[in-house]
């Protein structure tokens, strides 16, 4: 079995479809009648920003995609969280983090709160299992 070569592609790769999962959770919650949460989405600079206004501060406001140290940019994204009344959660990938960027960030005010992160792997079938008896069919909307 090779091993997984990580490069600044797949890690890309990776980040857009945790980061994509939940952009797309809230472009649902934004469909609801009336739109409850108070979603919000904005393409700023690059960055897409996204947050659910109704729920006040937390980790569901979000930016994701930030991979610039324009300030004009940065102070575009912080007034649009200023403008619904909460505080963004900037999401910041290694393959697009620069000094520059953490400058501008500190700049205004902004600092690390947590580090996550992301494993990946080849998927491989569980030692033991056995397929034998394994079963796949279609499951209808009511089972």
């Not at 729920?55 to 007034?79: E, H, K, Q, S």
Request: glycine fraction near 12%; charge should be negative; aromatic fraction near 4%.
């Amino acid at each position: 079995m090779s091993n997984l070569v990580i490069t600044r592609d797949l890690v890309q790769r990776l980040d857009g479809v945790l980061r994509g999962s939940a952009l797309a959770a809230k472009r649902h919650v934004a469909a609801l009648p009336g739109n409850p949460m108070g979603v919000a989405i904005a393409k700023i600079g690059g960055a897409t920003c996204h947050l659910a206004a109704a729920l006040g501060d937390g980790w569901w406001n979000r930016v994701i995609g930030l991979a610039t140290d324009d300030p004009a940019a940065l102070d575009a994204i912080l007034i649009f969280f200023a403008d619904h009344g909460v505080t963004p959660n900037i999401d910041l990938s290694p393959a697009t983090y620069t000094p520059g960027l953490a400058r501008l960030l500190a700049a205004r005010g902004l600092s690390l709160d947590e580090v996550s992160t992301i494993l990946a792997g080849r998927p491989t079938p569980p030692r033991g299992a056995d397929p034998d008896g394994v079963v796949i069919r279609e499951v209808g909307v009511d089972q």
